[in-house]
């Protein structure tokens, strides 16, 4: 069974760091992209950022460039998201997900039946 597992998430300062994990099984994603999406109190989910596993491209929101780094450890079968200089605009709900496609400055995740999106893990920034 392909599995998505997300964990990483809790309550921070604005200004502080995180670290959010993704652990797949059931597959192997080194031939594949995987990225994050977040989803705000009341607002729809979009993509924050993604990686291509096979030639390490990355793709990252405009609000978060400079601040977020996504990165993989194929041993561990695991990526992350590290997250600095932590704004209360961060304060989402986190998905990760695979296939992760950019198409122009979006990233879109998985359409139903056609990749896999693990369980969110909440991220609380306060001012």
């Known amino acids: 069974e392909v599995q998505l597992q997300a964990s990483g998430g809790g309550l921070v300062q604005a200004g502080g760091s995180l670290r959010l994990s993704c652990a797949a099984s059931?597959?192997?994603?080194?031939?594949?992209?995987i990225g994050w999406f977040r989803q705000a109190p009341g607002k729809e989910r979009k993509g924050v950022s993604c990686?291509?596993?096979?030639?390490?491209?990355?793709y990252y929101a405009d609000s978060v460039k400079g601040r977020f780094t996504i990165f993989n450890d194929n041993d561990k079968n695991t990526m992350y998201l590290q997250m600095n200089s932590l704004k209360p605009e961060d304060t989402a709900v986190y998905y990760c997900?695979?296939?992760?496609?950019?198409?122009?400055?979006?990233?879109?995740?998985?359409?139903?039946?056609?990749?896999?999106w693990g369980q969110g893990t909440l991220v609380t920034v306060s001012s």
């Open positions: 997900a695979s296939p992760c496609t950019v198409v122009g400055d979006t990233a879109f995740g998985p359409d139903a039946g056609f990749g896999s």
């Open positions: 059931g597959f192997s994603f080194d031939d594949y992209s």
């Open positions: 990686i291509s596993i096979p030639d390490g491209t990355t």
